[in-house]
């Protein structure tokens, strides 16, 4: 590795960030151990990532990355109702 390439994980660790993509991303052709991994997801909550990949496609020279996140419904408010029984209501205590 390069230094840029140390140094840019150095300061991803120190934000606790964690990289998902582990294969390359783009192909090299000719020599398929010079390929490189060029295109990155980087998550701090790794618990919420459900799936990752990289999808070889063939129509570029990149190939795309992508993932899925897990997302939790926030659950609404409970709001408190007041009633009243107004089966035994007597309208005349109203105007005492």
Not at 36 to 47: C, G, K, P, Q, Y
Request: charged letters at 25%.
């Amino acid at each position: 590795m390069n230094d840029t390439s140390d140094h840019f994980k150095e300061v991803s660790a120190g934000l606790n960030l964690f990289q998902l993509i582990a294969e390359p991303t783009r192909p090299t052709l000719k020599d398929s151990s010079k390929s490189t991994l060029i295109d990155l997801i980087f998550s701090n909550r790794v618990d919420n990532i459900t799936a990752w990949g990289v999808f070889e496609l063939g129509i570029s020279d990149h190939y795309p990355v992508g993932c899925i996140r897990s997302t939790r419904l926030m659950k609404t408010k409970s709001h408190k109702v007041i009633r009243r029984n107004l089966r035994h209501f007597n309208e005349q205590s109203l105007f005492i």
